[in-house]
């Protein structure tokens, strides 16, 4: 059975980093396009980045351009996301997904909380 799992997630200062971690398996991983999107009261469902199979090709959103970075290790069946520049707006549950194009998910983790307080 397809089984994403994020983990990484935590409590952060403004301004420090986290990486979150989704381990994929279930599925040839190195065919999917791979997703971060995240959840809050406030905002709702957002995406953050989009990364194709091969690593070729990414979107980020405006809000988290320049500071979030999606990468993945094919071999390794892993995602990650590697989040700088943390400020509270950022606190949100933390998703990962995979699908076959840029906003096709298919399949969701559980997902992981992300907290930025001083």
């Known amino acids: 059975q397809v089984r994403l799992v994020e983990s990484g997630g935590g409590l952060v200062q403004p301004g420090g980093s986290l990486r979150l971690s989704c381990a994929a398996s279930g599925f040839t991983f190195r065919s999917w396009w791979m997703y971060w999107i995240r959840q809050t009261p406030g905002k709702g469902l957002e995406w953050l980045a989009v990364?194709?199979?091969?690593?070729?090709?990414?979107y980020y959103a405006d809000s988290v351009k320049g500071r979030f970075t999606i990468s993945r290790d094919n071999a390794k069946n892993t995602l990650y996301l590697q989040m700088n520049s943390l400020n509270s707006e950022d606190s949100a549950v933390y998703y990962c997904?995979?699908?076959?194009?840029?906003?096709?998910?298919?399949?969701w983790g559980p997902g992981t909380q992300v907290t930025v307080s001083s």
């Open positions: 990364m194709d199979s091969n690593g070729a090709t990414t």
């Open positions: 997904a995979k699908g076959t194009g840029y906003y096709s998910p298919e399949s």
